[in-house]
């Protein structure tokens, strides 16, 4: 998903020295868990940064568009956006025992409080 360092505009004169380091991933790759979600997925404790995690989602799509500005019966610009309704979150290495048939299901945050 990391984008081309021209097109994340790292390099070149979009480029400002002073500003801290670009991102090389799209806005709107990043999600953002405040307690009261962390909650939710079970978590207690932070995960330190760098901490690899396996994310599994389901989301709806909530708007798709596509865009030829000049005319020329070549799409030029598709955009999707999809809003994530459920999540599940968990660390590298913690699904082993965990049930097929069970395991996603429960993972899954539906906006219900963790039991």
Do not use: F, N, W
Not at 54 to 67: I, K
Not at 80 to 87: A, K
């Amino acid at each position: 998903m990391a984008r081309e360092p021209e097109a994340a505009g790292l390099y070149g004169a979009t480029a400002v020295p002073a500003m801290p380091t670009i991102s090389p991933y799209p806005y709107g790759l990043r999600l953002h868990l405040t307690q009261e979600e962390l909650e939710k997925l079970g978590y207690k404790d932070l995960p330190p940064a760098g901490t690899e995690l396996r994310l599994e989602a389901v989301g709806c799509v909530t708007r798709s568009a596509s865009e030829d500005p000049d005319a020329d019966g070549d799409i030029d610009y598709l955009c999707v956006e999809v809003q994530i309704t459920e999540l599940g979150v968990e660390q590298e290495g913690e699904s082993a025992g965990v049930d097929e048939d069970s395991g996603t299901a429960e993972r899954l945050y539906k906006g219900k409080q963790a039991a």
